[in-house]
């Protein structure tokens, strides 16, 4: 009974907490929106007994992930934002879309039905505690996937720095062989 | 115990948020926020449906997939830096023509 409580409570708050972040005018109201429904997220993970993924929505997306937003949204000016042109022409069109998807979605819910049980029961991870079981699967049967995911981090680590990286701008006269765009403006 | 249906459905729900928003908004960074939630959507489908087949392999997806999101995070927040500043410096540019 608590249980159900408990994913009610979670859902209603990550529902609303979602609609709040797509409809607000605030870009950091958004972001602290979503912040909000990250923590009920972690809060559902604990009701599945996955509690290594509980920490780990906690501490990268709630921690890395949106400080990142945030500062970027601290960064770029809140009065001149960034727009591009939406993919779909007006925003009702858009609604229409996204309820239309929801209602098709809802409703081949029931259709689902589950395949064969594995071999990592409630009970087997219990035994194991979850951060173990899920560290012998990762590091036996997903071991290239997790490698290949370590190089991806180390791509968007050298990404991330190739793009911040500032212009570089020739003080004038302090360098011997000036840029041509240096000469064009002496000129 | 909590059927499986409402971890789908809820699922379900915060996906087509996400879609929502990014269909709507027209902040670049709102965008990206937009899919993070679709990708949290995508998320617990996995963790409910990995709990519900005695497996972990859809929790190691899920592990996965906040590897990339943060990778796409980091370089897509770099690009709408980029594309931040040669804005600003095209409006920089602007004004010296004005000047003349």
């Known amino acids: 009974m608590f249980l159900q409580f408990f994913f009610g409570y979670c859902a209603l708050m990550i529902i609303a907490s979602g609609i709040l972040a797509i409809s607000l005018r605030n870009p950091v109201h958004s972001v602290l929106m979503v912040l909000v429904l990250f923590f009920h997220m972690a809060g559902l993970y604990l009701t599945l007994n996955a509690e290594f993924l509980a920490?780990?929505?906690?501490?990268?997306?709630?921690?890395?992930i949106l400080v990142l937003y945030l500062f970027v949204l601290f960064l770029v000016s809140l009065r001149e934002e960034l727009h591009l042109d939406a993919f779909v022409p007006g925003a009702?069109?858009?609604?229409?879309?996204?309820?239309?998807?929801?209602?098709?979605?809802?409703?081949?819910?029931?259709?689902?039905?589950l395949g064969e049980k594995g071999t990592w029961s409630v009970s087997a991870i219990r035994e194991l505690t979850h951060t173990k079981a899920l560290g012998q699967e990762l590091y036996s049967a997903y071991l290239l996937p997790f490698e290949i995911a370590g190089?991806?981090?180390?791509?968007?680590l050298i990404g991330g720095l190739v793009l911040a990286r500032r212009e570089e701008v020739p003080l004038p006269g302090a360098d011997a062989d000036p840029s041509p765009e240096h000469k064009e403006v002496a000129r | 115990m909590i059927p499986l249906s409402w971890y789908m459905a809820l699922a379900a729900i915060l996906f087509c948020i996400g879609v929502c928003g990014f269909l709507t908004r027209?902040?670049?960074?709102?965008?990206?926020?937009?899919?993070?939630?679709?990708?949290?959507g995508v998320n617990?489908?996995?963790?409910?449906?990995?709990?519900?087949?005695?497996?972990?392999?859809?929790?190691?997806?899920?592990f996965f997939i906040i590897t990339v999101a943060a990778a796409e995070a980091a370089i897509g927040l770099g690009i709408a830096i980029a594309l931040y500043r040669s804005r600003?410096?095209?409006?920089?540019?602007?004004?010296?023509h004005l000047k003349g």
């Open chain 1, 92 to 113: 009702w069109l858009g609604r229409i879309i996204a309820v239309g998807l929801a209602v098709g979605l809802l409703y081949v819910i029931p259709a689902f039905t």
């Open chain 2, 88 to 96: 600003r410096s095209v409006h920089v540019d602007t004004i010296n």
């Open chain 2, 26 to 40: 027209r902040n670049v960074i709102i965008m990206f926020l937009s899919i993070e939630l679709m990708l949290n």
């Open chain 2, 44 to 62: 617990l489908n996995l963790v409910a449906l990995s709990h519900f087949m005695d497996s972990v392999r859809g929790q190691a997806f899920t």
């Open chain 1, 151 to 156: 190089l991806i981090l180390l791509v968007a």
């Open chain 1, 55 to 64: 920490a780990v929505q906690i501490i990268v997306y709630a921690g890395a």
